[in-house]
């Protein structure tokens, strides 16, 4: 009853600008990512400079990519770690 | 010195040449000295969008291939002495011109006239390089859908790696009856995920049809909702503070009942 209630004055309960939005936002994450091809390798140096304040790794193997799912996006990075530095250093400018 | 603004998509048929041709009238409305550069070579268009078809003598590539003076390629319009079009070939294709050429095309029209107004062709291609390359602001038109939207975000990118920021946007088509009913992605969606500055909207007009028949641009010949949204850009662009439009609705249930009780 509810529901013909909201069909009678045009709300619909599953709007479809609301699956609009959400599939852009996934495409977007993709396509901004792929098109642009500083954005990939400025992400990795940057992973690189923060990660070497702790470890040392193996930049020449290490893998950043996006993986996708139905409905959602997730960032995987597989960075082989050489070895561990002693204590946390954090790097004074 | 006026300004080069460039009209762009990505997408096709959102409705570039229809704004060229409504934000260009709309300035010489206001006794501005505008010209419309047509940049899709091979499909021209915006000539029969202004009524202007049967006057073409020569185009923008003979001028930059010399076989005409500038002056002799440029049309001026039917109704308003300080419009002009510059059309494109329609037998040759976008690598007849280079981004360099367009650049000296550009400023040597920016020095006559106080708006250049380039229509972009479809894509990312050629032709989307010649059009940008002369231009200092570039507008993006794009509709309430999911493929417009996407291309509108693929060119931010492209406009910006070729050094040209802060592009604005102009929401074309949208149906406030579909908006009400959540099955339209409405303005502060699609702001919100292109993230650039909103410049207009324009509603659905069913005018807009009609004055292309005519060859006569909206903003010319009527007081419709498109015809307003467009003198409302037009007014922005001149620095003025104008507004956002209210989108009418004007088939929902409750602006019938308005109208019936008149309140």
């Given at each position: 009853m509810f529901d013909l209630i909201q069909k009678l004055f045009g709300?619909?309960?599953?709007?479809?600008k609301d699956v609009a939005k959400e599939r852009l936002r996934l495409v977007l994450v993709h396509d901004r990512a792929d098109t642009s091809p500083q954005f990939m390798e400025g992400l990795k140096d940057d992973m690189i400079k923060v990660i070497s304040n702790y470890m040392d790794i193996n930049e020449e193997t290490m893998e950043v990519r996006f993986a996708h799912t139905e409905n959602s996006v997730a960032l995987i990075a597989n960075i082989p770690v050489n070895h561990m530095k002693r204590g946390k250093r954090v790097v004074k400018e | 010195m006026g300004d080069v603004i460039v009209i762009t998509s990505?997408?096709?048929?959102?409705g570039k040449t229809t704004t060229t041709a409504n934000l260009g009238t709309g300035f010489a409305l206001l006794g501005k000295k505008v010209v419309l550069v047509d940049a899709d070579i091979g499909l021209r268009n915006l000539d029969v969008v202004m009524g202007?078809?049967?006057?073409?003598?020569?185009d923008l590539v003979d001028v930059v291939e010399g076989n005409c003076r500038l002056k002799q390629a440029l049309i001026r319009d039917k109704r308003y002495e300080s419009l002009y079009l510059l059309p494109a070939a329609q037998?040759?294709?976008?690598?007849?011109?280079n981004p360099e050429q367009m650049k000296v095309l550009c400023n040597e029209l920016r020095q006559d006239f106080d708006l250049v107004i380039i229509d972009c062709p479809a894509g990312i291609e050629q032709g989307f390089k010649n059009a940008i390359a002369g231009a200092d602001q570039a507008i993006i038109v794009t509709t309430p859908e999911v493929s417009a939207v996407r291309d509108a975000d693929r060119i931010i990118g492209l406009l910006e790696s070729e050094g040209k920021h802060n592009p604005k946007l102009i929401i074309n088509r949208i149906r406030p009856n579909m908006v009400r009913k959540g099955d339209m992605m409405d303005i502060d969606d699609i702001i919100e995920i292109l993230a650039i500055d909103l410049l207009g909207i324009i509603p659905e007009d069913d005018y807009i049809i009609i004055s292309t028949n005519r060859g006569e641009p909206a903003v010319a010949s009527s007081v419709s909702a498109a015809s307003v949204a467009y003198k409302n850009i037009v007014r922005r662009l001149l620095g003025e503070n104008v507004p956002l439009?209210?989108?009418?609705?004007?088939?929902g249930f409750f602006s019938r009942l308005k109208k019936v009780f008149n309140f």
């Open positions: 709300k619909d309960a599953a709007c479809s | 990505g997408k096709g048929g959102v202007l078809e049967n006057r073409i003598v020569y037998t040759r294709d976008k690598n007849a011109v439009m209210k989108i009418e609705d004007n088939d």
